[in-house]
């Protein structure tokens, strides 16, 4: 087991450029969420997976914002056309789906958008 | 928003007791409380969690009251690696919701 795994650590791009980000959930890991957080602040629910499928979007989750899990496994969050607001802490956790499940971190994405 | 209510700062000496309170009210009985705990720019970490009985670790112990209403998180001898902000969770027992997260507690453990 070698924990939730996140790519890139840290990410600075322009205004109106798009990112990706990866993450790794511990494998067997069957649910993944996306969160974000911004200075001084808690993390704030994006959105999550079961499996393939997306099953809840948090209303943060403007259209730039889309996230896949294509085989139930690793999951890709990308923002389009950038924005200085976007700057944050991107963090992912995974869980295995059951009553009361616990959900681990990764180490986040910083990305700083100029 | 968030379901609980903690003290945004605590101090603790280092060797001693950490006691972090909660208050969740209106907590039903179908919902867990969580905590995390976030070490400066990492993600956050899982410390425990429980349904109405007390709960302990090898991290943390938690100490949930008859009604309910309110817990503490008890570091038993708190390191300067403690150092971190502490999130107090109250999430359903279905577990298939997201976490939400207050401002939770800064604790900051001096030598």
């Known amino acids: 087991d070698t924990g939730v795994s996140q790519d890139p650590r840290h990410k600075i791009t322009k205004r109106g450029q798009n990112v990706t980000f990866r993450c790794d959930p511990i494998s067997e890991h069957n649910r993944l969420y996306w969160y974000r957080q911004t200075l001084g602040q808690g993390p704030e629910f994006l959105t999550y997976f079961q499996n393939e499928a997306q099953l809840e979007k948090s209303r943060l989750l403007s259209d730039r914002f889309s996230a896949e899990r294509p085989k139930g496994s690793f999951s890709t969050l990308e923002i389009q056309r950038t924005e200085q607001g976007d700057s944050a802490m991107y963090l992912c956790?995974?869980?295995?789906?059951?009553?009361?499940?616990?959900?681990?971190f990764g180490p986040g994405t910083r990305l700083t958008v100029l | 928003d968030a379901k609980t209510t903690q003290p945004p700062s605590m101090d603790c000496a280092e060797g001693r007791a950490a006691n972090l309170p909660c208050n969740h009210s209106?907590?039903?009985?179908?919902?867990?409380v969580y905590w995390y705990r976030q070490i400066h720019s990492q993600g956050p970490q899982y410390i425990i969690h429980g349904l109405k009985n007390n709960e302990t670790n090898e991290m943390a112990s938690l100490i949930i009251t008859e009604d309910r209403k309110s817990s503490t998180l008890i570091l038993p001898h708190a390191t300067l690696r403690d150092t971190a902000v502490y999130y107090c969770?109250?999430?359903?027992?279905?577990?298939?919701?997201?976490?939400?997260f207050g401002k939770g507690t800064r604790l900051s453990v001096i030598a």
């Open positions: 209106t907590i039903s009985g179908n919902e867990y």
């Open positions: 969770i109250v999430r359903g027992i279905s577990g298939n919701t997201p976490l939400v």
């Open positions: 956790a995974s869980s295995q789906a059951r009553a009361g499940d616990t959900q681990y």
